[in-house]
């Protein structure tokens, strides 16, 4: 069957999509954090950005509970603490920030998914922890766009560059 | 400041890239299920798209195979129920939207998050970019979720959003739709998208609708009225079918 195409998420999702405790997978891990860029550098205040993970055993079942409510008011109570989820989506402030706490994956690599108004179609990509981790197809001039820089202990920073010189890789996954 | 672009400009440029990519299509048979991420006639693509190709990755344990799980624990009963969020019902046309997720081998996508949200009757949505000057409805919100069911159904009641301008162009207006966010079973089945509705006259105005220059994947964006989904003496039905693009290795493997 042919897929039903894609279409922008448009500037208008951020009472919608966004959700309490959505950059907490967990606490008392890593803090990952950046910014998202245009090709002019600008920041982008208006991009919304997904995070899927392996635990840090390497497991990518995830568990539900990532919007986990209140079973009285239908409230948003956010994850429970315990299960480790493996989702998170954070939009990204008025200065194009976002950040992420999140424990360090197994498998090395944390994929992220980029939507944004002015994007058509979604883009993906993946923050390395460590060069070792790198798959053998990127171009090798590129491959340091994928790699997040250590600021200090367990703080990391990862910018998205949408265009430009300092374009990030963004994958084809077929 | 430049000109801002005339209706007429924009039509141009749709034109002249739907041409464009018909030929290519038959020349070298780029997809075309989707938009190009680089696309005129929306402005906001001109700085927002990877000039560079995306490197293909073929790992059958990449994470993107799998993708987030939610139960019931993330969806409350009333999410599915747009008109009924509030103290008031919310003014407008009460309709509702029903169809299946699927994937491409036309299996159902089971038990998995689909997330809406819309303007109001008015054309307005209640967030704080939108400077629209149409009413706010105090009784609509327009946001829902619902997980699909054992046959990947998902259904919503909700009112007709209406049409509302917007700054691409010189006297730019959107048809009116629903946005749609849809998980697969894999992270790279992801889907954002929107719902249109049929025989909208603002069809061929609109840039965002037309950034899909095919034709028939243009009108896989636009659901069916359909009576019989229509409620008596209660609300209009639609019908929209979802089927979620992905790495052929998601299609073999058995849904969990």
């Not at chain 2, 730019?172 to 697969?184: D, E, K, L, N």
Request: net charge negative; hydrophobic share 35%; with cysteine.
């Amino acid at each position: 069957m042919n897929p039903t195409p894609s279409q922008t998420v448009g500037p208008f999702y951020g009472y919608a999509l966004p959700f309490p405790g959505g950059g907490t997978i967990a606490t008392g891990g890593i803090i990952v954090h950046g910014h998202v860029y245009d090709g002019a550098g600008a920041p982008v205040p208006d991009a919304l950005l997904e995070f899927w993970q392996a635990s840090p055993s390497g497991d990518l079942t995830g568990a539900p509970g990532t919007l986990r409510r209140d079973a009285v008011n239908g409230a948003l109570l956010g994850r429970n603490g315990v299960d480790f989820t493996g989702f998170g989506r954070v939009a990204t402030d008025a200065d194009g920030r976002w950040t992420l706490r999140t424990l360090v994956p197994g498998n090395g690599y944390i994929s992220v998914c980029v939507f944004a108004r002015g994007l058509l179609h979604h883009l993906y990509t993946r923050i390395y922890l460590a060069r070792e981790d790198f798959p053998d197809s990127l171009p090798p001039e590129r491959a340091h766009t994928l790699l997040a820089t250590p600021e200090r202990e367990g703080v990391h920073r990862f910018d998205v560059h949408l265009q430009g010189e300092k374009e990030t890789i963004f994958f084809d996954l077929g | 400041m430049p000109t801002p672009p005339t209706q007429a400009d924009i039509d141009r440029e749709i034109a002249e890239l739907r041409e464009l990519r018909e030929l290519r299509a038959t020349e070298d048979g780029e997809g075309r299920d989707h938009p190009p991420r680089d696309y005129a006639p929306y402005r906001s693509t001109a700085l927002r798209h990877p000039r560079q190709p995306l490197i293909a990755l073929k790992d059958p344990d990449a994470a993107e195979l799998t993708g987030p799980v939610f139960g019931v624990t993330d969806v409350a009963a009333l999410d599915a129920d747009l008109t009924r969020q509030h103290l008031g019902e919310p003014l407008g046309e009460r309709i509702t939207v029903r169809g299946r997720v699927l994937d491409r081998n036309g299996r159902p996508v089971r038990g998995q998050l689909v997330e809406i949200w819309q303007a109001n009757a008015s054309g307005r949505y209640p967030h704080r970019r939108d400077d629209h000057p149409a009413p706010l409805d105090p009784n609509f919100t327009g946001v829902g979720r619902c997980l699909t069911d054992g046959d990947g159904g998902y259904a919503f009641t909700t009112i007709k959003p209406g049409a509302y301008p917007w700054r691409n162009h010189v006297n730019a207006w959107r048809p009116a739709h629903i946005h749609f966010s849809v998980f697969g079973t894999a992270f790279a089945q992801r889907l954002v998208t929107q719902m249109y509705f049929p025989n909208d006259p603002l069809f061929p105005y609109d840039p965002i609708l037309n950034s899909v220059t095919d034709e028939r994947a243009r009108q896989r964006l636009v659901a069916a009225y359909e009576h019989d989904l229509s409620v008596p003496e209660w609300s209009l039905g639609y019908r929209w079918d979802i089927v979620l693009d992905g790495p052929a290795a998601t299609w073999t493997e058995e849904n969990r």
